[in-house]
């Protein structure tokens, strides 16, 4: 469903931070990515739907090809039609509710009728846990509340593939928990997933891959029990040790 081919991203002439990056992904399949900092994960991620422009390279998401050296500002907006972004900010508009921030893309974007985007949204957010906080704006919610909330605008849109840029990484450790069953739910119904994430123990309990990256390269590709509970790369090996102590 997803295909990278030599895929680059430099910032300058002397910052490499994504290095011939070839990769395929399959529907249904939820990889994680992990590594250490700096190593072009987010990157990565963002570059999947031009978030991030890459220097040079070439994304297929479904039918949608698109070649880093050569494409439009059409090509760019029809790729972004098959993925959605979670962020680890959230990046709720402030001065909407949860229900009017999940409503959002499908009214001004994809020009559904205000009825059934409030029907849809008000789905989402019972999904996510969110329907009695769904008139509450983003001030009165916890980070983890928000994220749900974050969570549910991407998959309005019935994205191809969720994003998800280490939807954890901002809350406080008594929140992840919540944002992370979310997510294991999704996963359960077999949503196309990539996410960026420190949480190891999670990437094994609900990823069907993992993905381990080191200087802007994927060192390390495998099952989780390969990646995570058998790794044969030495410097996986030194970064998960760390991770666990």
């Known amino acids: 469903m997803i295909e990278v081919k030599h895929l680059s991203k430099e910032f300058g002439e002397d910052t490499k931070v994504l290095n011939d990056i070839d990769l395929h992904i399959k529907k249904n399949e939820v990889v994680a990515i992990i590594g250490p900092s700096g190593t072009g994960k987010s990157t990565l991620l963002r570059c999947l739907n031009y978030l991030c422009e890459p220097t040079k390279g070439v994304i297929r998401i479904g039918d949608t090809e698109i070649d880093a050296e ?22 709720l508009f402030k001065n909407k509710t949860a229900l009017q921030n999940v409503m959002e893309a499908l009214v001004t974007v994809h020009k559904v009728p205000k ?5 849809r949204a008000e789905e989402l957010l019972k999904k996510v846990g969110m329907y009695d906080r769904k008139d509450f704006y983003p001030a009165k919610l916890s980070g983890g509340q928000q994220q749900r909330v974050g969570i549910a605008r991407a998959m309005a849109v019935n994205p191809d593939v969720l994003l998800f840029d280490e939807p954890t990484s901002a809350l406080d450790p008594e929140l992840v928990g919540e944002v992370l069953q979310t997510i294991k739910a999704l ?22 891959r993992v993905l381990f990256m080191e200087g802007g390269k994927i060192a390390a590709d495998g099952t ?12 996986l090996k030194q970064f998960l040790n760390f991770i666990e102590k």
């Open 224 to 235: 989780p029990e390969e990646i995570i509970d058998h790794p044969e790369n030495p410097r």
């Open 70 to 91: 050569h494409h439009s500002r059409a090509q760019i907006r029809k790729l972004r039609q098959h993925s959605a972004m979670v962020f680890q900010n959230y990046n």
């Open 187 to 208: 996963a359960e119904e077999n949503t196309t997933m990539i996410l960026v994430t420190h949480e190891i123990r999670f990437a094994r309990n609900v990823a069907t």
């Open 115 to 119: 009825q059934e985007a409030q029907a």
